[in-house]
């Protein structure tokens, strides 16, 4: 009896994203992909600790960066001042905002800082920062609102760059990872386009199925893999199913979207700017006290489109 039972759940899961299927069944349990927990952005309340004394000791480590990505040069990009995310992999280290700058082949950016934890920074490791003359080091001025800005060069987008940061409190270095998230510019920012598009993978109009990967926020929300896609006159729309009902809007490209409540599920139908990176993309969770919008992206897979039928 156990076998057997066991023989039906594995064969409804299996079903479960099937060409025609609804995601309206209240028994679906859908292969979920999870969100990396790859940005300081979450809605988390910020806390106004400065360096904390045993920070080599205890300061929790984030992840930076997301698996596969491929390094973005200056000259993929058109000159500008662009507002960018960075990830940090010290949770004391806080970056306010960030401003990068592209300036015929080079590139630099603000750090903003809201606190005066620190005193300086500088490119590399710990180590070569405290070898280094006091000449190297990249002290902050300040802007209108009192934060910290550091301007430092920027070797490339989509690398993990070493940077050291200078306690004030302590006068001790901590070293930092940073990755200069090129999914966060926008389209604009970019010389050449840098996704595939529908009508450029050949997709005929029809139904179709695709892997999703989502990454932002906490790290503990989902979505369902693979998706419902649908293709009509060369453009992409994809049925985004969350792991919960607490998602009341999402926002692509400054549009917003609203959901349809299945089974659990916040559900909405989004279109798809393109395939095999990163697509921006943001949602309000009513999970929280208050309402919250949270930065994700989602990456879908060409090479696993398949059509319906």
Not at 112 to 124: H, R
Not at 171 to 183: H, I, K, M, N, S
Not at 266 to 284: H, K, L, Q, R, W
Request: contains cysteine; hydrophobic residues 35%; charged residues 20%.
């Amino acid at each position: 009896m156990k076998k057997t039972i066991i023989a039906i759940s594995l064969l409804a899961a299996l079903t479960l994203t099937s060409c025609g299927n609804s995601t309206s069944s209240s028994s679906e349990k859908a292969v979920q992909t999870t969100a990396a927990s790859s940005e300081a952005s979450s809605t988390s309340t910020v806390t106004t600790t400065t360096a904390a004394q045993t920070e080599h000791e205890t300061a929790p480590q984030n992840t930076v960066g997301y698996e596969g990505m491929n390094t973005v040069n200056a000259d993929s990009l058109k000159n500008g001042k662009y507002s960018i995310s960075v990830d940090s992999s010290s949770s004391m280290f806080k970056i306010a905002d960030c401003i990068l700058y592209v300036d015929n082949g080079s590139m630099s950016a603000d750090i903003i800082i809201a606190s005066k934890s620190y005193d300086a920074l500088f490119m590399g490791t710990e180590e070569e920062a405290g070898n280094a003359p006091e000449s190297e080091r990249i002290t902050y001025t300040s802007n209108e609102s009192g934060q910290s800005v550091f301007r430092v060069p920027v070797e490339a987008l989509d690398k993990e760059i070493q940077c050291a940061a200078l306690s004030a409190k302590k006068q001790e270095w901590y070293g930092r990872t940073l990755v200069f998230r090129a999914d966060s510019l926008p389209d604009a920012a970019f010389a050449e386009s840098r996704y595939t598009s529908a009508e450029q993978l050949g997709l005929e109009d029809g139904n179709y199925t695709v892997e999703v990967k989502l990454e932002g926020g906490s790290g503990r929300a989902s979505v369902q893999s693979p998706a419902e896609l649908t293709v009509k006159d060369g453009k992409a729309l994809a049925k985004i199913a969350w792991n919960s009902d607490n998602y009341d809007k999402m926002v692509v490209q400054e549009k917003e979207y609203a959901p349809v409540i299945t089974g659990g599920h916040s559900v909405f139908e989004i279109p798809v700017t393109g395939f095999d990176y990163n697509m921006p993309v943001s949602a309000e969770t009513t999970a929280m006290s208050e309402p919250h919008m949270i930065d994700y992206t989602l990456r879908f897979d060409s090479s696993t489109v398949k059509k319906c039928g």
